[in-house]
């Protein structure tokens, strides 16, 4: 018996995955969420029909998420997480000594709870004493935000739904604002090659709102087409290699210092992307690889 | 009206690409092969139902074979590939100005006469003066070859059908003896996290045979998993860069002498597979990234 998980990506273009067992399934007031058993990606949260993680692969999108940012910042005290209602994020920023407090910012407190019952090993940060989980709207926080950050983490579903406006200049120019002086912010910007123009418009808000702003990309086998963008924001501080400061985190499967500096380079048709985009605003482009 | 290419990978994965027209279809003696208009990719070639080249992103793994070893050997002027059918490799390698001849073996006479009618593009190799096409099995062809190469590639599809001789280390043995001295050989080496048995055996294969083997990286959007592997083994200079000597190549859209470097650096999840692979034969495993 084969049973499959359906998931649309394009007009073009979709993907089955083997469900075993349905674990969990509801709608919230902002989504249709489930956690399912595949068949080969051990269980799986997935949001509005959209897998957002799995057991067996979550480390490479949680892992570069985390460490690119918090190993280029020199001293990254107080991190603010917007959205990664799963926990991924947030145990990978834990991993960090300097760490004193993490803010996460999350809108479904559904997406929390069954996460830390059902991906207990993804949600396992929840737990730390150096971790406040808000349930609230992110843009709304970050308006309202007094105390400021050394590293803001966007970690968003796709731009439709309730993550729509965290894809938005507004949204930019208040992070910026909640960011102390040598801050930085990354974001996930979806996939060049499936979604250019939600790849262009995230590079384009961390352009238009830091003076350093980059790409980075990682390899995400259960993400469209696997190549997945990150874009970083910086005030201060270059972020494509680790600073000098950062430690050594034991135990990463994906991230190193090498693959830190090796994932900002970017092969040119992707640049090529980013430069038509900014052209057509009349701006310079983000700055190339290292 | 939506109709899907079904493509099966995992007794838990699958893929569906839209197609708008069915070109050509036919039963070779080898396989089952169509050229199709897919709905957001171009022309497709498909041999026994899976997606092996569309005219959107062909140029990242046609690039990504022929420029890594072509701009590491400081003189490739004879170059065999086999496979490569559809002749997007042979494209790139004539790009190249110090190249004097390639062979180009392919076991399936279809596969060029119907590249070169619907996939003109990446057919347009096949008519340049330095191009030798030799339809006939790549095994045989390197068994009973007298006239060693500079660079070999090794364009094959997946282990199943007829490419899996292509896949065992009795070809590696020939291959190896059919190469000058500085010769080096690649070979695309699947998905690592997809297929790991196929990608471990490549890698063992360019390991058990040359004196110098490293595995690198590219995301190929339309295969599967995207994040695809190569295998190369050189018998003297490290492919992990560019030569000094190596001539640079206008107009390429995924190379570039930056990403050469960076494909070798490999997450630590990818360089453990190897590990793993090379403890279990009690051999030390291949050098890491540069």
Redesign the interface.
């Known amino acids: 018996m084969a049973i499959?998980l359906h998931e649309g990506h394009?007009?073009?273009?979709?993907?089955?995955?083997?469900v075993t067992a349905i674990l969990h399934r509801e709608i919230t007031p902002f989504q249709e969420l489930a956690i399912v058993e595949?068949?080969?990606?051990g269980r799986a949260l997935v949001l509005d029909g959209v897998l957002q993680t799995t057991e067996k692969?979550e480390?490479?999108y949680h892992e570069m998420m985390a460490h690119v940012a918090m190993s280029s910042h020199p001293d990254p005290r107080r991190v603010l997480i917007v959205g990664g209602g799963d926990g991924g994020v947030l145990r990978e920023v834990l991993k960090h000594p300097r760490v004193e407090r993490v803010d996460l910012v999350e809108i479904d407190r559904r997406v929390v709870e069954l996460c830390r019952e059902f991906l207990p090993a993804i949600a396992c940060g929840f737990s730390d004493a150096r971790a406040n989980i808000v349930i609230a709207d992110g843009l709304q926080y970050i308006e309202d935000c007094r105390d400021p950050y050394d590293v803001l983490i966007v970690d968003s579903s796709d731009p439709v739904g309730p993550a729509e406006g965290l894809f938005g200049a507004r949204f930019y120019r208040q992070a910026a604002r909640a960011l102390k002086p040598g801050g930085m912010m990354v974001a996930q910007a979806e996939?060049p090659?499936?979604f250019p123009q939600d790849f262009t418009r995230v590079a384009a808000n961390m352009r238009q709102t830091f003076p350093i702003a980059r790409i980075y990309?990682a390899?995400?086998?259960t993400y469209v087409?696997?190549?997945w963008a990150f874009a970083i924001g910086s005030t201060v501080h270059d972020p494509c290699a680790p600073a000098a400061t950062a430690p050594p985190i034991a135990g990463?499967?994906?991230?190193?210092p090498?693959?830190h500096?090796?994932?900002f380079?970017l092969?040119?048709?992707i640049r090529?992307l980013l430069a038509a985009e900014a052209g057509e605003c009349g701006e310079h482009p983000l700055q190339d690889?290292p």
């Open positions: 499959w394009t007009p073009g273009y979709s993907v089955n995955w083997g595949t068949t080969e990606w692969d480390f490479i996939s090659t499936f990309l390899c995400v086998p087409s696997g190549h990463l499967r994906y991230y190193s090498e693959v500096r090796a994932a380079v092969p040119p048709y090529a690889g």
